[in-house]
């Protein structure tokens, strides 16, 4: 819950602070669609990582500035121990749902916007997705496990929506067929999932 807030007061902030910036300096939209471009080509190349999380500069930070116990107390984040505070391993996790949060937040807000610059269509329809994300949490990384070939479609996306925003003072994609191309890119992955699934000894790894 705590995740989720956060979540929606981060999205808040920076929706608004994109559409400013969007309508102050029409040149941003190039400089998004560089920076969705580049994520997708990131994550075409890195679809089959294991990211690994021991190896974060984030964690790796908290680890060596903060004193954190070594199981979980429940739901505390952190317990008095000798009169100091010191911190569960619960609050690595709700610091790196928020640095999670904020890259989602850095690669969708430019994408939408790429739809629509209107802040209240942008703001309603994220917090909505974020809400409906926490409800479908167990089908949807059930979806990811299934379909493997998802990540692929998703970094196709990305890359599509990019070079949307980077041609649009020289040639506009109608919005139903930006529409219907990610339908087509998200479905093609999906299928291309069934037929040709993993094996058992490539699915535990």
């Known amino acids: 819950m705590l995740?989720?807030?956060?979540?929606?007061?981060l999205r808040m902030v920076m929706i608004l602070i994109?559409?400013?910036?969007v309508a102050k300096f029409h040149w941003i939209l190039y400089v998004f669609g560089a920076f969705l471009l580049a994520t997708g080509?990131?994550?075409?190349?890195?679809?089959?990582?294991?990211?690994?999380?021991?190896?974060?500069?984030?964690?790796?930070?908290?680890?060596?500035?903060?004193?954190?116990?070594?199981g979980l107390?429940?739901?505390?984040?952190?317990?008095?121990?000798?009169?100091?505070?010191?911190?569960?391993?619960?609050?690595?996790?709700?610091?790196?749902?928020?640095?999670t949060d904020f890259v989602f937040a850095v690669d969708s807000i430019p994408a939408i916007l790429a739809i629509t610059a209107d802040?209240?269509?942008?703001?309603?329809?994220?917090i909505f997705a974020i809400l409906g994300l926490r409800?479908?949490?167990?089908?949807?990384?059930?979806?990811?496990?299934?379909?493997?070939?998802l990540s692929y479609g998703l970094a196709v996306v990305l890359m599509f929506v990019g070079t949307k925003m980077l041609v649009v003072d020289f040639f506009k994609i109608p919005v139903l067929v930006a529409l219907g191309?990610?339908?087509?890119?998200?479905?093609?992955s999906i299928a291309?999932?069934?037929?040709?699934?993993l094996r058992a000894a490539e699915a535990a790894r």
Do not use: C, Q
């Not at 075409?44 to 070594?70: C, M, Q, S, Y």
């Not at 802040?119 to 994220?126: E, G, H, R």
């Not at 409800?135 to 070939?149: E, G, I, N, Q």
């Open 135 to 149: 409800a479908l949490y167990f089908l949807l990384a059930d979806m990811a496990a299934r379909f493997h070939l």
């Open 41 to 70: 080509v990131k994550m075409l190349v890195f679809a089959d990582k294991t990211p690994d999380f021991e190896a974060n500069p984030i964690v790796r930070w908290l680890r060596g500035h903060l004193a954190l116990t070594t």
């Open 192 to 197: 291309a999932s069934l037929l040709w699934p």
């Open 181 to 188: 191309v990610v339908a087509a890119v998200l479905a093609a």
């Open 18 to 21: 994109g559409a400013w910036l």
């Open 3 to 9: 995740g989720v807030l956060g979540a929606i007061v």
């Open 119 to 126: 802040p209240f269509i942008v703001l309603t329809s994220n």
């Open 73 to 99: 107390h429940g739901e505390r984040l952190w317990i008095v121990r000798d009169s100091a505070r010191v911190f569960t391993p619960l609050f690595l996790v709700l610091v790196m749902i928020g640095f």
